[in-house]
């Protein structure tokens, strides 16, 4: 059984460090925020599932680095983000694996929907200096697919129903998320 994390951060910044001792999951919400996040993997074997999901109007930025500081330590981030207006939103995500561990694995999925004409930058690092490790990384930045509106609006749906449906498909990305934690979030997606 995986510990379990809310974090729900709005018109503010923020930083936080945790230190993973066990499997954890930690569901990061964001709305128009800048964060800057330190993980610690400090147990042998230990997983960790991070979910950042933001909504942005302003300028902002996330910052996060995962330090994998024993062997077979796991970690897999994924980091979606919509930036609303015609501003700025930078992701700073690395993934730290020193020489002294080994048998780690180390991902990251990184994309960002610009509603606008907003300038969006992702720079996914990864810091590897051990040979036994699988790491991966993946920057998208762009728009929802026309397919995918078309599709959605040759069912009846409106064009800004289906804008909505497809945001909290993309921001709300799990169904083990309880709802009633991230109310406030969930109602920023309804006022895009």
Do not use: W
Request: proline fraction near 1%; charged fraction near 25%; include cysteine.
């Amino acid at each position: 059984m995986s510990k379990v994390l809310y974090v729900l951060d709005n018109n503010e910044k923020s930083e936080y460090k945790y230190n993973i001792c066990e499997d954890t999951i930690i569901y990061h919400f964001s709305i128009n925020s800048s964060s800057k996040v330190e993980v610690n993997l400090v147990t042998e074997g230990v997983t960790l599932y991070y979910y950042y999901n933001n909504i942005n109007y302003d300028n902002n930025e996330f910052k996060i680095k995962v330090n994998h500081m024993e062997d077979n330590t796991h970690s897999e981030l994924f980091n979606h983000g919509v930036n609303v207006l015609v501003n700025k939103l930078t992701y700073y995500v690395d993934g730290s694996v020193p020489k002294k561990s080994s048998k780690c694995i180390c991902n990251q999925e990184n994309q960002i929907i610009n509603m606008d004409n907003g300038k969006s930058t992702i720079l996914p690092i990864l810091l590897i200096d051990n040979y036994d490790v699988d790491s991966n990384h993946s920057a998208y930045i762009g728009k929802f697919r026309d397919e995918e509106i078309f599709y959605l609006m040759s069912r009846g749906i409106s064009r800004s129903m289906a804008n909505r449906l497809l945001l909290r498909g993309f921001l709300i990305n799990s169904d083990s998320i309880e709802l009633e934690k991230i109310l406030e979030f969930a109602g920023e997606i309804d006022k895009i």
